[in-house]
T-cell receptor, first 115, second 115 residues
């Protein structure tokens, strides 16, 4: 079974609008971390935001926020006020507490921001 | 800001040859990782390394692969007898620790092309 599922292969959003990228996860660990990374066309992996399984508040970092619904095992990324530079692949990832630190990635969502 | 650096950025090699991909992790980090991303696919964990030994490896990381920390700064991935299907982007990452909340910092990647 997939540990990280991103069901949207591609998304379009109008510049200045908000967009939600979906991510669901599967783990039996009580302690885990959820991450979002951005990969522009140049290829590098850029860390965006982190949510811990015990965090009660949703994480926010500037225009990025993570809509964490633990009971539903979802960790959706919300980007507010989209900019043209937000066009990229976005990967959801999980680190389980019982692992040696490695990240498990989803297949990614390609976001295209339209002017 | 400290960063993970990888060299070369792009390597072309003939099938059957050996390649060494190099990484300089962030200096105070203790945990090092290699990930692979075949074009258009998700990022896959290969191996984690701590205290001069492999701490975890995936099924992909078979006898064809090896990792080494030859000195205090470099972290290398060696791929012996390369195959066409080894063509991918290879990312090195490092982190301070292995616990679930630790951010992994990624290098810019090495694009390996096997011809």
């Amino acid at each position: 079974a997939q540990k990280i599922t991103q069901t949207q292969p591609g998304m379009f959003v109008q510049e200045k609008e908000a967009v939600t990228l979906d991510c669901t996860y599967d783990t039996s660990d009580q302690s885990y971390g959820l991450f979002w990374y951005k990969q522009p066309s140049s290829g590098e992996m850029i860390f965006l935001i982190y949510q811990g399984s015990y965090d009660e508040q949703n994480a926010t970092e500037g225009r990025y926020s993570l809509n964490f619904q633990k009971a539903r095992k979802s960790a959706n990324l919300v980007i507010s006020a989209s900019q043209l530079g937000d066009s990229a692949m976005y990967f959801c990832a999980m680190r389980e507490g019982g692992s040696q630190g490695n990240l498990i990635f989803g297949k990614g969502t390609k976001l295209s921001v339209k002017p | 800001e400290p960063e993970v650096t990888q060299t070369p950025s792009h390597q072309v090699t003939q099938m059957g040859q050996e390649v060494i991909l190099r990484c300089v992790p962030i200096s105070n980090h203790l945990y090092f990782y290699w990930y692979r991303q075949i074009l258009g696919q998700k990022v896959e964990f290969l191996v984690s390394f701590y205290n001069n030994e492999i701490s975890e490896k995936s099924e992909i990381f078979d006898d064809q692969f090896s990792v080494e920390r030859p000195d205090g700064s470099n972290f290398t991935l060696k791929i012996r007898s390369t195959k066409l299907e080894d063509s991918a982007m290879y990312f090195c990452a490092s982190s301070e620790g292995w616990w679930e909340g630790t951010e992994a910092f990624f290098g810019q990647g090495t694009r390996l092309t096997v011809v």
